[in-house]
């Protein structure tokens, strides 16, 4: 079992098309109250581009006009992130999952993903091998975090 984004399936794909594998939503603590984990880039234009105007129109395009938008998250095979555009994943097979999480997800300021990434896991195996306790694990991921 692995907790991952929508992005994680073209990998698994790649690495064993023969793989038979389901996809189901995250557990919850409170299933009245489901969080979940967001995962997006956030999209800008350099102070220094020529045609800042036209990146800034595109940026705005994709994330706004939901026709661009329903073609773009097709391309890239995840869920969009318009509110309109959700529930016309909500059932989708293998994207309905992340489609209903995505009204739930909440996010974190990562200064650096790398050390972030890193960190957790490093705690994690650590844990799995005994070399860190649970307590012992999440000091560690605060402390590089911070």
Partial sequence: MIFNYGSAISEIKNRNQNLSYGIALMPQINKNN?????????????????????????????????TIADSYAKALNECPALRPLIAKYINDPVLGVFASQALTARDWPQPDDNIASQAFSYAINSTLTGRLTSSQALEYIRNKIR
């Fill in 34 to 66: 489901p969080v979940n984990q967001a995962s997006y880039w956030g999209l800008t234009v350099s102070k220094q581009s020529k045609n800042a105007g036209w990146a800034w129109d595109f940026i705005t395009a994709v994330t706004t006009d939901q």
